[in-house]
């Protein structure tokens, strides 16, 4: 069964129209890579699925209907952010920015730090003194301490070093494969993302394009939709 279906999904930011129909699904366990170049509407795409953009057409997660929900109720049905930029507060240490957004479930310090040993080494530092890549990894421990459905991330290791990269993909596998976690990715890596993801979704100005089994990608496809 699906957890998240779009159905010709438009949204706006105020008199501009940045999607024009989108329509993609996740089911439990799977993990989507939401692909294209610059502008053609990914981050748009998880806005509206977080209901932080105005949208039209369907979207509906867990068997809800997300349209009529506002962004901080969504977020509690199981959707779990990872936003670009990732922003922790930054005067807060690591350890009580994971407890921040803590909500029962199977993530808790305990097996975020195990996941990111580094946030262990790092659990008494403020936020703001970590590493560009650290900071991901926190963002990311703290999108699954709120025991999401559907961990969502935007540009999963844009602008980090190249070790840390690696360790993020790492994780990524490890929650795949371990957790069986829905998984929404956004990233610029063909080869990493190729590593863990089943399906892909091709966006191109604002609407989905293409949408098949991730090593169905040829490169005609490739050079087609995200060459530069
Ligand atoms: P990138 O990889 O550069 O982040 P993207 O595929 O995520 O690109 P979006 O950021 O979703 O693309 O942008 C889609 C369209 O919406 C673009 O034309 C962009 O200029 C426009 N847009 C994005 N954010 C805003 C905003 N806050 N106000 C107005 N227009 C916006």
Partial sequence: ?????????????GPAQALFGVSLSIGEGEVVALMGRNGMGKTTTVRAICRMVETGG??????QDL??????????????????????????????????????????????EALFPRLAERRDQTAGTLSGGEQQMLAIGRALMTNPRLLILDEATEGLAPLIRAEIWTALAELKAQTGLAILVIDKSISELGNVADRAV???????????????????????????
């Fill in 1 to 13: 069964m699906s957890l998240l279906t779009l159905e010709s999904v438009t949204a706006h930011y």
């Fill in 58 to 63: 369907g979207l509906t997660f867990a068997g």
């Fill in 67 to 112: 349209t009529r929900l506002p962004s901080h109720k969504a977020a509690r049905l199981g959707l779990g952010l990872v936003p670009e930029g990732r922003r922790c507060f930054a005067p807060l240490t690591v350890a009580e920015n994971l407890s921040a957004t803590a909500r029962p479930g199977h993530w808790d310090r305990t097996r975020v």
């Fill in 202 to 228: 091709l966006l191109e100005r604002g609407a989905d394009v293409w949408t098949g089994a991730f090593d169905a990608l040829e490169p005609a496809l490739i050079e087609r939709y995200l060459g530069v």
